[in-house]
Antibody
Framework: EVQLVESGGGLVQPGRSLRLSCAAS????????MHWVRQAPGKGPEWVAG???????????GYADSVKGRFTVSRDNAQNSLYLQMDSLRPDDTALYYC?????????????WGQGALVTVSS | EIVLTQSPATLSLSPGERATLSCRAS??????LAWYQQKPGQAPRLLIF???IRATGIPARFSGSGSGTDFTLTISSLESEDFAVYYC??????????FGGGTEVEIK
């Protein structure tokens, strides 16, 4: 059974940093792309960042324009873990952050989602 | 960036009725479109990918069609558990991967 468990969310002041972690199990982690998708209260999902699987032609990392230069996605295939380092946080980064498994090794669709980590940016 | 526009924003229907949801892309995405269902307090669930392929465990009453810029999700006969918000998502041109704004299917 695929499981994705996020941790590291919380309340943080604007301009500060937070690091989210995602522990994955139930599938061969390094064979799949992984993503972070967020959802602000009452809004639709927004893709934040993605990291291709290890056998992709070359490691592909990408970010939404709204977080580029502030957020960094990384993965530790030995630990079956995905991370999101979030710096210079802003109030509009407030959202539920989901760790999401891709259907494939590259970037495609999201077939398994965690339960989310709530990040609140407020003074 | 490819923008996905979903219509209508809200669909008010009764159980047993047919639901037809639309997703229009700002440029062609070929057949690279998915549909998700989200219920309150839950993460989205993949229903359809590559425009018309049902994901594992998805009932046959859900079907997808379309290509290029115009796509449709059809629920042939609404069950009580189908009242939810539905999102489309494209994987044709990334980054970014983008979602539509959603259609809420509510009980009439």
């Amino acid at each position: 059974e695929v499981q994705l468990v996020e941790s590291g969310g919380g309340l943080v002041q604007p301009g500060r940093s937070l690091r989210l972690s995602c522990a994955a199990s139930g599938f061969i982690f390094d064979e799949y792309a992984m993503h972070w998708v967020r959802q602000a209260p009452g809004k639709g999902p927004e893709w934040v960042a993605g990291f291709s699987g290890v056998s992709w032609s070359s490691p592909t990392i990408g970010y939404a324009d709204s977080v580029k230069g502030r957020f960094t996605v990384s993965r530790d295939n030995a630990q079956n873990s995905l991370y999101l380092q979030m710096d210079s946080l802003r109030p509009d980064d407030t959202a539920l952050y989901y760790c999401v498994k891709d259907k494939g090794i590259g970037w495609s669709y999201f077939d398994f989602w965690g339960q989310g980590a709530l990040v609140t940016v407020s003074s | 960036e490819i923008v996905l526009t979903q219509s209508p924003a809200t669909l008010s229907l009764s159980p047993g009725e047919r639901a037809t949801l639309s997703c229009r892309a700002s440029q062609s995405v070929g057949g690279f479109l998915a549909w998700y269902q989200q219920k309150p307090g839950q993460a989205p669930r993949l229903l359809i990918f590559d425009a018309s392929i049902r994901a594992t465990g998805i009932p046959a009453r859900f079907s997808g069609s379309g290509s290029g810029t115009d796509f449709t999700l059809t629920i042939s006969s609404l069950e009580s558990e189908d009242f939810a918000v539905y999102y489309c998502q494209q994987r044709s041109n990334w980054p970014p991967l983008t979602f539509g704004g959603g259609t809420e299917v509510e009980i009439k």
